[in-house]
């Protein structure tokens, strides 16, 4: 009776899996914090440089709210704390900007094994569309959107009521606009991703673009502090700019269909290999019934 053998990989054998980027759930998991230990370093690094120049941020973050205050009036504090956690923020919103080109190559660093070729071919577009949309709506929110807020919201300045708006309010409603005006404007870099996957398509988004300009106005229309409809059309006209770049990204990356040339050549070529299939079975029968005969010789 044969007897079954039993072994334990050898350590070269596993030192090979590694060496291939074969890895388990605990090594996986050990990458993780590496990666996530060094993107914390580079944000508490990116806060000690900040906190040198946080006067200067101070200054550029209060500004568009500064210049629509009523004469003689400025930001209050009504918190003991409320200003060293202003300065915190302030900080922590610079070294994540001082850090994020690190912290992206870290997170590459952690996915790229697990992508293939042609996957990897999308990340060179991906970072540059949320690069550019980052901008393009931190921009818009600093520069027009917040301006525009307060500047509103000091129209009910009377002698009744001053308008002497808190730090900690203020700058909440700068952070808060900024970061939705940045998820709005990486509407192309999701279209990117959406019409490689061929979940939409150009088509799609130009059939449905009488929806996508009610839709775009009526969030302009709950932005806008206002009733005047030029802004709320100053504040739609950027999403519908967006919502047409985005059209035109998703018809430059759809996969192209192929020729009906290309699908006739295959189709010939599947007839072609099944007819030299059936052609040999044919031969191997006929060889078959010859068999016998040439086995018992000639009579």
């Known amino acids: 009776m044969a007897e079954t053998q039993y072994r334990t990989p050898l350590k070269e054998e596993t030192d090979n899996d590694f060496a291939h980027g074969k890895m ?8 993780l914090r590496t990666r996530l230990i060094r993107a914390c370093l580079a944000i508490a690094g990116g806060m ?32 003991p704390g409320e200003g060293l956690a202003f300065y915190l923020d302030l900080a922590l919103m610079g070294g994540v900007v001082l850090a994020a080109p690190f912290v992206t190559y870290q997170v590459w660093r952690f996915i790229a094994p697990g992508l293939y070729a042609r996957e990897k071919r999308l990340v060179l577009p991906f970072v540059i569309l949320a690069t550019v949309g980052t901008l393009a709506g ?42 939705g005006m940045v998820a709005v404007f990486q509407m192309p870099t999701l279209v990117f991703f959406l019409a490689r996957m061929r979940l939409i398509t150009a088509r799609f988004l130009w059939r449905h673009i009488q929806y996508a300009v009610l839709i775009i106005f009526v969030i302009a229309a709950v932005l806008t502090p206002s009733t005047d409809p030029w802004n709320q059309t100053v504040f739609a006209v950027p999403m519908i700019g967006l919502y047409v770049i985005s059209i035109g990204i998703a018809w430059l990356v759809a996969p192209r269909r192929q020729s009906p040339t290309n699908r006739i050549s295959s189709r010939d070529l599947k007839l072609v290999f099944a007819a030299a299939v059936i052609d040999q079975a044919r031969r191997q029968r006929d060889s078959f019934r010859e068999f016998p005969r040439l086995w018992r010789g000639p009579r």
């Open 24 to 31: 388990g759930f605990l090594e996986h998991l050990d990458e």
């Open 48 to 79: 000690l440089i900040a906190f040198v120049f946080v006067d200067r941020i101070a200054d550029f973050v209060l500004s568009p709210a500064l210049r629509m205050l009523p004469s003689g009036a400025s930001l209050i504090m009504t918190r």
């Open 138 to 179: 931190a921009a818009f929110s600093h520069y027009i959107l917040f301006p525009s807020m307060m500047a509103f919201f000091r129209t009910f300045d009377s002698p009744r009521m001053r308008f002497m708006p808190r730090v900690e309010d203020t700058f909440d409603l700068y952070r808060n606009m900024l970061i």
